[in-house]
C-alpha cells in the first residue's frame, strides 16, 4: 500500500473564519461568530476517498489515519462509512478479495470552501492534494463530497476525478456537459411544495412566513410555492430572501428580525443550505425567542443548546424527509464497534458547547481530546439520531454506487487482461465516471438506486417534528407520511392524537384573520392579501352552513327561510288572511253585518216606497245603489281565506265593477237632481229627458268603460297567486298578486274619477231648496269616499303582507260604509224614527218625479 502524504493545514484553520459578525452578545453566538473556534456547531462539509485495495485492513489503520478530533456533527458520516465499508468487506458478492477503505480528502471535515481556496492558491495546481495518495502514477479513486454543493462545484473544478454528491439534490450539479464527472446521490424534490402545502391544509394554516436563501434553488421553490399556495387559497404573511453574502446580510438582519418577531404567521417554512447566512439567521432567531412552528427539510433536523431553554422557544420543527428503509444491522454495529479499530474521539469544545453554559474561552484554539470507551456512551450524550439523516442515507448509498463500480470495473480488468500493477488501480478517469454513472443497484435495504434518473416523481415523504427541551436535549418524532402518487384523498397520512412541543393535541394555529363562523361571510380587506379578511352576517334571509370561511352567503329557497343564527334554512310557515284570524273574523263579521243592514234598508224602502221622502229621492236608483252596496260589501270576503286563481281575478274585477256601479248611481242621482231644479225654469227641454230617464244610462254607460279596463288588465297581466316571504319572517303569505299595477291604479283612478265628478256636481247643487233635496247627503258621502280612497293609497303603499288585504278590505268596508250611512240612514231616520214629517199633506212637494 502506498504511503499516504498529508498537507499540513492547522494555520490554514488558524486563519479560518466564519464570518459571522456581532450577532448578540450573549456567549453562545459568540462561539458561532469566533473564528478562533474551529470546533463550533455549525455544519461543515466532510470528504472521503474510497480505494480498492487488495490488502486486508489493518486494525489500527483508521486509527492512524483519523488521528483528529472528529465535530460533532459529522461522527454520523463516519459511523456510516466504518459501517458501510464493513459491510461490503464482508459481502463475499461484492469486490470479492478486495478490501474497500475510506481516507479522507480533504479539510478533516472543517470549512472546505477555504481551504480548497488557500490550498490551491499555495500549492499552485501542484499534485500535493490533501490527503491524496501522493505518487507518480495517477490515480482516479471516487470522491465522496456534501453536504454542501459548493464544495462538489469547486473541487470539480480544480480536479477532473469522479465524485459523488451526497447532499441534498442540487440542480447546479446536474449539469453533466459542464460538470461529467460529478454525479448526484439524493433524488430531486419535485414533490416538496406539494407535500409541504398539503399539509398546511390539513392543519389549516394559511398564514405563512417563507425564508428562502439568495439563490437559484431558492428562487425557484418560492415560485413553486406560490403556485401551490395561491392555488389552494394560502397567503404568504412575508417573504424573506436571505443574502449570501454575510456583509449584505448584517446590513438586513435587523430588518429580517422585525419581520418575522412582528408577524402575525406562527408557521414559517425554511429553505436553503445549512452553514450559510441562513442558518445564522435561524439561530439569531432562535435567541431572539421567536415562537414559530418551523417547516423545512431534513438538513434542518437541529437542535437548540439553550441552557435556559423553555417549551415556548419553538413550537416545534416540521421536516420532510426522504422515506428510506431502516437499515436493521446499522444499530447493532453501533452497539458492538470496537473502538480500537475505529476511532471515537470527540472535541470537548462540544460537550462544553451543548451541556454546559458556554464556559470555554474564545481565545482557546486547543482542546484536549476527550475520547469514549463505547461509542453508545456518545450516541447517547449527544443529539444523535440512530436512524440516518438524508445525509447519511445518501452517503450510505454513494459507498454502494462506488463498490458497484469499482467491482464492474475490476471485472473489466480481468476479463480484458489488462491488469497492470496493483488490482484495483484505476487509471481511466472518462471510464469510472461512464461507468458510475450507469449503476442500477438494489441495496441490502431493497430499495433500488439508480445513478442516471434522480428525479422521482413519486419519492415519499416522511414528516416528523423535533422536540426541542433544555441542555440540547431533543425528540424527533414521525407523525405522517407524503404519498405523491396515491389519490389526492390519500397523499397526506397525519397521525391522529398528534401531541405538539406546546403540550396538548390542539393545534396551533396561523391565519391572519379568525375564520369566519357559520352565519358570516368574509369581506376582503383592501390592499391585503386574500387570507385578511373581516366577517360580516350573512344578508337576510342568506345562509352560510358548516362549511364556515364562505365567500358568500346561500340565499334559502322561496319556501324556507334563514334561522336566526344564518346557519340553515327552516321551512316556512304558510300564511293568509284566514278567516279563523281574529282580524279576518272581524273584517268578514263587518262585512256581513254592513251586508244585512244594507238589505234592512232596502226593505225598508221597499216598505215605504210610497213615502214623499223615498220618492223624492228617485226610489229606482236608490235600490240600485243599495244593491251595489250590498255587491260592495261581499265582495271584500273575496279577499280573505286561502287566496286561489278563481278568487285573485274576482277580487279586483268584483272590486272596480260594483264600485264603479255604485259611484255611477250616485253620479246618477246627482245629476237627476240638477236637472230636476232645472225644470223650474220656463221653455226649458230637460223635462222630457228626465222623464224618459236618461240621466239612468250613465250607470251602464261607467260600467262599461271599468269592464273594458278590467278586460284589457286581465288580457295583458292577470292577477295570479304569489307567496310574499318578505313581510313575516318565517312565513310565507300567500297573496294574489295584482299582476300590474299600472292597470291596479287606472281602476283606481277611474273610480277616482267618477267619484270627483259625483261630488263636484253634488256640490254645486247642495244649496238648492226643498225639504228632501238630498244633494247635501250626496257631497258628504262623496267627501267621505274620496277621503277614504285618498288615504288608502299611501297606507297601502307602506304596509305588506296581511296588513295590505286588511287595508284594502277596510277600505271597502268603509267607503261603503260612508255612501250607506251618509246617503241612507238621514232617510230611515226619518221613516223610522219620525214618520208624521214623511207626508204629502203636511209638506208640499213642488216636484214630483
Not at 471535515?109 to 505518487?135: H, K, M, P, R
Not at 379568525?514 to 385578511?532: L, N, S
Request: charged share 15%; glycine share 6%.
Amino acid at each position: 500500500m502506498k504511503k499516504l502524504c498529508g498537507f499540513t493545514i492547522s494555520s490554514l484553520l488558524l486563519k479560518f473564519s466564519l464570518i459571522l459578525c456581532c450577532l448578540t452578545e450573549h456567549s453562545c453566538f459568540w462561539r458561532i461568530k469566533n473564528s478562533e473556534d474551529n470546533y463550533g456547531d455549525l455544519r461543515s462539509d466532510c470528504g472521503f476517498m474510497l480505494l480498492a485495495m487488495e490488502e486486508a485492513i489493518e486494525d489500527n489503520y483508521y486509527s492512524q489515519i483519523f488521528d483528529f478530533r472528529i465535530p460533532a456533527r459529522k461522527y454520523e458520516f463516519f459511523l456510516v462509512m466504518f459501517f458501510a465499508t464493513e459491510e461490503i468487506n464482508n459481502n463475499p458478492y461484492l469486490l470479492p478479495n478486495m478490501s474497500l477503505m475510506v481516507s479522507i480528502v480533504f479539510g478533516q471535515c472543517e470549512d472546505t470552501l477555504g481551504i480548497l481556496d488557500e490550498v490551491y492558491l499555495q500549492q499552485n495546481n501542484s499534485l500535493n492534494f490533501i490527503n491524496y495518495i501522493c505518487g507518480l502514477e495517477p490515480r482516479c479513486d471516487v470522491d465522496l463530497t456534501g453536504p454542501s454543493w459548493k464544495t462538489s462545484l469547486k473541487l470539480a473544478i480544480y480536479s477532473r476525478t469522479p465524485k459523488v454528491f451526497f447532499g441534498p439534490f442540487n440542480p447546479n450539479l446536474s449539469d453533466h456537459d459542464q460538470l461529467p464527472y460529478v454525479h448526484q446521490i439524493a433524488t430531486k424534490d419535485t414533490c416538496l411544495s406539494h407535500g409541504m402545502v398539503s399539509l398546511m391544509l390539513h392543519f389549516s394554516w394559511t398564514w405563512i412566513g417563507l425564508v428562502i436563501s439568495d439563490d437559484d434553488q431558492g428562487i425557484q421553490f418560492l415560485s413553486d410555492m406560490r403556485e401551490e399556495m395561491q392555488r389552494h387559497g394560502i397567503c404568504l404573511a412575508f417573504v424573506n430572501v436571505i443574502p449570501e453574502t454575510m456583509q449584505i446580510y448584517m446590513t438586513r438582519a435587523k430588518i429580517y428580525d422585525k419581520q418575522i418577531m412582528t408577524s402575525t404567521a406562527r408557521v414559517v417554512i425554511i429553505y436553503g443550505e445549512m452553514n450559510s447566512t441562513l442558518e445564522v439567521s435561524f439561530r439569531r432567531w432562535a435567541y431572539l425567542g421567536a415562537q414559530r412552528i418551523w417547516i423545512t427539510t431534513s438538513q434542518w433536523d437541529v437542535t437548540t443548546n439553550k441552557k435556559d431553554f423553555s417549551l415556548d422557544f419553538f413550537h416545534g420543527t416540521v421536516t420532510f424527509a426522504h422515506h428510506k428503509g431502516e437499515i436493521a444491522k446499522f444499530r447493532n454495529f453501533l452497539q458492538t464497534m470496537n473502538t480500537d479499530k475505529y476511532p471515537a474521539a470527540i472535541s470537548d469544545s462540544v460537550l462544553g458547547w451543548n451541556y454546559f453554559n458556554c464556559s470555554i474561552s474564545k481565545n482557546s484554539n486547543k482542546m484536549d481530546t476527550f475520547t469514549f470507551i463505547n461509542t453508545l456512551e456518545w450516541t447517547t450524550l449527544h443529539k444523535y439520531d440512530r436512524v440516518l439523516s438524508d445525509e447519511g442515507y445518501n452517503l450510505y448509498n454513494a459507498i454502494y454506487a462506488v463498490a458497484h463500480t469499482y467491482h464492474e470495473l475490476i471485472l473489466q480488468q480481468v476479463e480484458s487482461q489488462k491488469i497492470a500493477g496493483f488490482k484495483g488501480v484505476f487509471v481511466d478517469c472518462q471510464q469510472v465516471a461512464s461507468l458510475l454513472k450507469t449503476r442500477v443497484f438494489t441495496n441490502p435495504v431493497g430499495e433500488l438506486v439508480n445513478m442516471n434518473r434522480r428525479e422521482n416523481q413519486c419519492a415519499e415523504y416522511d414528516i416528523f417534528n423535533i422536540w426541542n427541551f433544555p441542555q440540547g436535549l431533543g425528540i424527533k418524532v414521525k407523525i405522517g407520511s407524503y404519498f405523491p402518487c396515491f389519490p389526492q384523498s390519500q397523499q397526506l397520512h397525519i397521525y391522529e392524537d398528534l401531541e405538539w412541543a406546546t403540550g396538548g393535541t390542539s393545534v396551533p394555529t396561523s391565519m391572519c384573520s379568525v375564520a369566519c363562523t357559520a352565519g358570516f361571510r368574509k369581506i376582503y380587506q383592501k390592499q391585503r392579501a386574500d387570507c385578511c379578511f373581516d366577517c360580516a352576517h350573512c344578508p337576510e334571509n342568506e345562509v352560510s352552513n358548516e362549511t364556515a370561511d364562505m365567500e358568500q352567503c346561500v340565499r334559502c329557497p322561496d319556501d324556507k327561510y334563514a334561522n336566526l343564527q344564518q346557519t340553515h334554512c327552516l321551512q316556512r310557515d304558510i300564511s293568509f288572511l284566514a278567516y279563523e284570524d281574529p282580524v279576518g273574523m272581524a273584517l268578514a263579521c263587518m262585512a256581513l253585518c254592513f251586508s244585512a243592514l244594507t238589505i234592512l234598508v232596502l226593505f225598508t224602502f221597499v216598505k215605504y216606497k210610497d213615502t214623499p221622502i223615498v220618492k223624492a229621492n228617485n226610489c229606482i236608483l236608490s235600490y240600485i245603489l243599495l244593491i251595489f252596496l250590498i255587491l260592495c260589501f261581499l265582495c271584500s270576503l273575496l279577499f280573505i281565506g286561502h287566496p286561489n286563481q278563481a278568487t285573485c281575478i274576482l277580487q279586483q274585477t268584483t272590486f272596480g265593477i260594483f264600485f264603479t256601479g255604485a259611484i255611477s248611481t250616485v253620479l246618477a242621482k246627482t245629476i237627476t237632481v240638477v236637472m230636476a231644479f232645472k225644470l223650474t225654469i220656463p221653455g226649458n227641454r230637460m223635462r222630457g229627458m228626465l222623464a224618459s230617464g236618461a240621466p239612468n244610462l250613465v250607470i251602464p254607460i261607467c260600467i262599461l268603460v271599468q269592464l273594458v279596463l278590467c278586460g284589457t288588465w286581465l288580457v295583458t297581466s292577470p292577477p295570479f297567486i304569489d307567496r310574499d316571504i318578505q313581510s313575516e319572517h318565517g312565513k310565507a303569505i300567500i297573496i294574489c298578486n295584482k299582476g300590474s299595477v299600472i292597470a291596479f291604479h287606472f281602476v283606481l283612478g277611474y273610480l277616482g274619477s267618477l267619484a270627483l265628478g259625483s261630488f263636484t256636481v253634488a256640490f254645486l247643487a247642495r244649496n238648492l231648496p226643498d225639504r228632501f233635496n238630498e244633494a247635501k247627503f250626496l257631497t258628504f258621502s262623496m267627501l267621505v269616499f274620496c277621503s277614504v280612497w285618498i288615504t288608502f293609497l299611501p297606507v297601502y303603499h307602506s304596509t305588506r303582507g296581511k296588513i295590505m288585504l286588511v287595508v284594502e278590505v277596510f277600505s271597502i268596508l268603509a267607503s261603503s260604509a260612508g255612501l250607506l250611512g251618509c246617503i241612507f240612514v238621514p232617510k230611515c231616520y226619518v221613516i223610522l224614527v219620525k214618520p208624521d214629517s214623511n207626508f204629502l199633506q203636511k209638506y208640499k212637494a213642488k216636484f214630483r218625479y
